[in-house]
C-alpha cells in the first residue's frame, strides 16, 4: 500500500521568509502529486499537481512544487510568504489504479506579520 | 454558483445513535468520495463511488454506510458500531475515477458525538 509522508507537521515563519514542505511518497510506480490548501474555515483546494512532464510545477498564489522520482519527493516552495498563506497544507498521491487519494498528515502553516 | 454542499456543517449526536451526513454537487461529476479528517493523520478514504448505485469501501469503511441512488448525492451514514465518530468529515467529487482528475472538496461537516 502506498503510504505519504510530511515530516513538518508545525512550521512558524515571519512573513516574507522562504517555504519548503516536504512530501514523500512510498509507491514505486507512476504516480500523480498533488498539493492541497485548507485555509481557515474554508474549503479544502488544489494548489498544484503534477501528472507528467516538466518536474517543476507552477501552482496559484505563487506556490510551486518539484517532483524528484530519484527520491521519492514531492516538496512544496513559496520564495516569499505572505500572513494569509496561514493555513493547513497537504500532500496527496494516487497511482494508475484510480483517483483513490493517500494523503499525507498535513502541515499546518503559521505565518507572523 | 457550481460545487459541492455539505450540511450541517456542525452535528451532535449521542453515542449509540446512527446519523447521516449530507453530500450534494451539482457540477456533473460521475464519482464521488468520503473522507474523514484528523489531526495529525490527514484524510482517510471511507467509501467512493464511480457511478449511480455503485460503491467500494475505502481504507476505513468499517461502521459507515454509503448510498448513491442519484448523481448528485452521497449520503454518509455514521452508524452506533464506528468507535471514534468525532471527526471532520469530507466529501469530495471528481469527473471520473480515472486518476488524471483532481478531486474538489466540500466544506465539511464536523461531528461531535457524546
Known amino acids: 500500500a502506498q503510504s505519504v509522508s510530511q515530516h513538518n507537521h508545525h512550521v512558524i515563519l515571519s512573513e516574507a521568509a522562504s517555504l519548503e514542505l516536504g512530501c514523500n511518497y512510498s509507491y514505486g510506480g507512476t504516480v500523480n502529486l498533488f498539493w492541497y490548501v485548507q485555509y481557515p474555515g474554508q474549503h479544502l483546494q488544489l494548489l498544484l499537481k503534477?501528472?507528467?512532464?516538466?518536474?517543476l510545477v507552477k501552482g496559484i498564489k505563487g506556490f510551486e512544487a518539484e517532483f524528484i522520482k530519484s527520491k521519492f519527493s514531492f516538496n512544496l516552495r513559496k520564495p516569499s510568504v505572505q500572513w494569509s498563506d496561514t493555513a493547513e497544507y497537504f500532500c496527496?498521491?494516487?497511482?494508475?489504479?484510480?483517483?483513490?487519494?493517500?494523503f499525507g498528515g498535513g502541515t499546518r502553516l503559521m505565518v507572523k506579520p | 454558483d457550481g460545487g459541492i454542499t455539505q450540511s450541517p456543517k456542525y452535528l451532535f449526536r449521542k453515542e449509540g445513535q446512527n446519523v447521516t451526513l449530507s453530500c450534494e454537487q451539482n457540477?456533473?461529476?460521475?464519482?464521488m468520495y468520503w473522507y474523514r479528517q484528523d489531526p495529525g493523520q490527514g484524510l482517510r478514504l471511507i467509501y467512493y463511488?464511480?457511478?449511480?448505485?455503485?460503491?467500494q469501501k475505502g481504507d476505513i469503511a468499517e461502521g459507515y454506510s454509503v448510498s448513491r441512488e442519484k448523481k448528485e448525492s452521497f449520503p454518509l451514514t455514521v452508524t452506533s458500531a464506528q468507535k471514534n465518530p468525532t471527526a471532520f468529515y469530507l466529501c469530495?467529487?471528481?469527473?471520473?475515477?480515472?486518476?488524471?482528475?483532481?478531486?474538489?472538496f466540500g466544506p465539511g461537516t464536523r461531528l461531535t458525538v457524546t
Open positions: 469530495a467529487s471528481s469527473i471520473s475515477v480515472s486518476q488524471h482528475y483532481e478531486q474538489y
Open positions: 503534477y501528472f507528467s512532464g516538466d518536474p
Open positions: 463511488s464511480q457511478i449511480v448505485n455503485d460503491f
Open positions: 496527496a498521491v494516487n497511482n494508475n489504479a484510480g483517483n483513490m487519494l493517500t
Open positions: 457540477l456533473n461529476h460521475d464519482a
